[in-house]
Structure formats: structure tokens, C-alpha cells
T-cell receptor, first 112, second 116 residues
Framework: DAKTTQPTSMDCAEGRAANLPCNHS???????VYWYRQIHSQGPQYIIH???NNETNEMASLIITEDRKSSTLILPHATLRDTAVYYC?????????????FGQGTELSVKP | DVKVTQSSRYLVKRTGEKVFLECVQD?????MFWYRQDPGLGLRLIYF???????EKGDIPEGYSVSREKKERFSLILESASTNQTSMYLC???????????????FGPGTRLTVL
């Protein structure tokens, strides 16, 4: 079973920041938070991951609360091409075969 | 540019047929995965392989088998297709955790299989 809870859908205006929340209250000490997204008719794509510190890359920022029970993915300047389903996943960094367990995700709609 | 390719984007088969879905990756990845994606159920892992000739059951292996004879190729086999196997099938690959600091899975574009 997925160990995360995300809102089913969200809207965001083009050019504004999109903040996607994720609850993972049962996360354990060796588990990382990963974010993937799936644009319509494509396979999922890795965005970012983190353990306990905030992370930033060219696509997004990841803010993890101090107790690690929740996190927020931030797309700083959303574009129409960011419309996708966003998946928050928790898993150990070293796990057999590198399995990912996907939940339902958040459907983000970026509107003009 | 990294690439995971799948043999077909769309496939239509009849009930009882044997179906082969092929996946090829050009990144020298040890790990390969097969998922299916259904509305309301998300992505679910069918099988994965962490080396040539090695395979492990995922969460929903019933009705499927796999073959990994070469490192770059991972095949999903439906021995006798049924209508409840109509779905989007996604293949993915990755390095083992210790070789990739991002622990990233790369996905193919998917095969939409319809079983009539």
C-alpha cells in the first residue's frame, strides 16, 4: 500500500508557484521522499528526492518538515507544460530491486 | 539521451491469445520493471528483475510471466490474455541503489493493451 496521502487535484495559474503537499506520517528513519510526475500519455518522470534537508534542482524544490511527516513540492514558476499527475513516494534508498509504490497522486492543472 | 523503448504504443489482442510486450533500455541498467496502470488504481508493480535471468514478483504477478535473457531487454508475457488485463503497461529501468545517487527510474512511453 502507498504510504502517502495527497490531494486528488489542484489548480495553479501560469507563472505562479505550485505548492503540492504530501503527508507521510508513518515514514521511517531510512526512507526517502521521492517525487515523480506523469504527463498525459507519457511514462512517469523523476523530479526530486530528499531525506530530511530541503532540496532544490532545476525542476523543483522539496521542503520536508522537521518531523518528516509531511513535505511540499514547489514548482516556482508553473507553466502549462507542468500540467500532470504528481506522485509523492516514500521508500528506503537501498531497497531490493529499487521498487516504487505509486499512490493516486495529485492532478495539477496549470491554467493560463 | 537515456532511452527506454517499448515495442508497441497500442496493441489489440483477443481473449486467450499469448501476448508478448517487449522493453529495451540502452543505459546498461541492472534493474528493470513492469507496471500496469489503471484508472483509480494507479501504477502497480507486476514483476521486476535486478539482473539477467533474475526475476521477482511484484504486487500483482498473477496471469503474467517475464523473461530477462539479456541485460537490455525485459519481456512481459501474458500466457492467455483475458479482458481484465486490458490496461496501460509501463516498463522502467534503473541502476542499483548503490550506483546512482538519485536512485532514479526511467520509464518508457507505455503500451496500451486492449483484450477483446
Amino acid at each position: 500500500d502507498a504510504k502517502t496521502t495527497q490531494p486528488t487535484s489542484m489548480d495553479c495559474a501560469e507563472g505562479r508557484a505550485a505548492n503540492l503537499p504530501c503527508n507521510h506520517s508513518t515514514i521511517s528513519g531510512n526512507e526517502y521522499v521521492y517525487w515523480y510526475r506523469q504527463i498525459h500519455s507519457q511514462g512517469p518522470q523523476y523530479i526530486i528526492h530528499g531525506l530530511k534537508n530541503n532540496e532544490t534542482n532545476e525542476m523543483a524544490s522539496l521542503i520536508i518538515t522537521e518531523d518528516r511527516k509531511s513535505s511540499t513540492l514547489i514548482l516556482p514558476h508553473a507553466t502549462l507544460r507542468d500540467t500532470a499527475v504528481y506522485y509523492c513516494i516514500v521508500r528506503p534508498f537501498y531497497n531490493q530491486g529499487g521498487k516504487l509504490i505509486f499512490g493516486q497522486g495529485t492532478e495539477l492543472s496549470v491554467k493560463p | 539521451d537515456v532511452k527506454v523503448t517499448q515495442s508497441s504504443r497500442y496493441l489489440v489482442k483477443r481473449t486467450g491469445e499469448k501476448v508478448f510486450l517487449e522493453c529495451v533500455q540502452d543505459m546498461d541498467h541492472e534493474n528493470m520493471f513492469w507496471y500496469r496502470q489503471d484508472p483509480g488504481l494507479g501504477l502497480r508493480l507486476i514483476y521486476f528483475s535486478y539482473d539477467v535471468k533474475m526475476k521477482e514478483k511484484g504486487d500483482i504477478p498473477e496471469g503474467y510471466s517475464v523473461s530477462r535473457e539479456k541485460k537490455e531487454r525485459f519481456s512481459l508475457i501474458l500466457e492467455s490474455a483475458s479482458t481484465n488485463q486490458t490496461s496501460m503497461y509501463l516498463c522502467a529501468s534503473s541502476f542499483p541503489s548503490g550506483r546512482d545517487p538519485y536512485n532514479e527510474q526511467f520509464f518508457g512511453p507505455g503500451t496500451r493493451l486492449t483484450v477483446l
